[in-house]
């Protein structure tokens, strides 16, 4: 069974920056390929961005793309979202999720595996 554990949300300004990471255990993390997603109150998850195993590929949303950089670190089993040039409208729960897929996708039914969520919020 694989964890997925995100920290790094919070407070911050618009035109702020944050980073979240997202931690896992209890798989090959570098046989899954990972995403980031969010949720905004009373609104539906999105897809925020997504990497494959390897990181040579990354998809982006077109709301962040310019602005947010998912990496990861295979040797220390963490993805990561660098958030630049917040804005109101990216304030939601952020969520990773681990798919079995070597690729990322942005449909969250390819995803197995789910973190529990950070908050981001971003005041104007």
């Known amino acids: 069974q694989v964890q997925l554990a995100e920290s790094g949300g919070g407070l911050v300004q618009a035109g702020g920056s944050l980073r979240l990471s997202c931690a896992a255990s209890?798989?090959?993390?570098?046989?899954?390929?990972m995403g980031w997603f969010r949720q905004a109150p009373g609104k539906e998850r999105e897809f925020v961005a997504g990497?494959?195993?390897?990181?040579?590929?990354?998809l982006y949303a077109d709301s962040v793309k310019g602005r947010f950089t998912i990496s990861r670190d295979n040797a220390k089993n963490t993805v990561y979202l660098q958030m630049n040039t917040l804005k109101p409208e990216d304030t939601a729960v952020y969520y990773c999720?681990?798919?079995?897929?070597?690729?990322?996708?942005?449909?969250?039914?390819?995803?197995?595996?789910w973190g529990q969520g950070t908050q981001v919020t971003v005041s104007s």
């Open positions: 999720a681990a798919s079995t897929a070597l690729y990322s996708d942005r449909n969250s039914r390819g995803y197995n595996w």
């Open positions: 209890g798989g090959t993390f570098s046989r899954f390929a």
């Open positions: 990497i494959s195993w390897s990181a040579i590929g990354t």
